[in-house]
């Protein structure tokens, strides 16, 4: 890949994103697990800003960082209309995250979504884990959203592949991001596959780009073990966003944890 095209294909991922991911319903189960009282927030992988904008402008003090530019590019913008939203650019497995939040957030199924070359997928989880009790004053509160699923089968489409987003993005460049299925390993609970994306920028040539993907989805069981040697104690533990209890039907986990020393 050129670098005009990693140029055209970080745009375009990051426009398209912005256009076409909801994040209504976790905005609203965040802010009710927050509470209306003032707090220092920190949400690393911020992305766009999406989640940490809502909360500034909630009265929330919000610090974000994220290691796309394409992405940042997006929460700059939102900073510029709100002083208590700090963005910065950083690798949330490689930077020191700083001290003395009263929340941390990871949130929008990051767990299973870590962007690393870390050659054991569980050990990038953990240290998010360690990080985050770092991070939180004492007593302060992790919020943990993810897939969750008892059964990865069943979790991953049975389809060979299928389109996660398609349009055109503010540059002219049209293009399709396809999931490609692999394979699921149950007793490792890893799940490989592959991701193509498909472009046509409107003043140069299409092409194709196509990246392996590799993601660990620990079980509940694993994910309280992770937290307690971390640090933490959980405090409630929900199956989604809209406050229902966790069973193995559910396919997603929501967890409120307190920091402990």
Known sequence: ?????KNILAHWSAYIYEQQEDETDLIACVKRMLGDAPLRILEPACGGGKLSAPLAEAGHDVTGFDID???????????????????????????????????????ANLMVNIQTDWSDYKQAQKKLLVNAHKALRPGGHLLLDFACPDSLKAYVSDVPEWVCFEGADDRGTHGRYIVINGTVNEQTRTVKGKRRYELIPRDSNPFTVVTDSLKHFPTLEQ?????????FTIEELYGDLHGHAFDRQHQRSLIRCRKVE
């Open 1 to 5: 890949m050129t670098p005009s095209e």
């Open 69 to 107: 530019e394409a992405m940042l590019a997006h929460a700059y913008a939102r900073a510029e209309a709100l002083p208590n939203l700090h963005i910065r650019k950083a690798n949330m497995l490689t930077t020191d995250w700083g001290r003395g939040y009263d929340a941390v957030l990871l949130c």
């Open 223 to 231: 994910t309280c073990s992770m937290l307690y040697r971390a640090g």
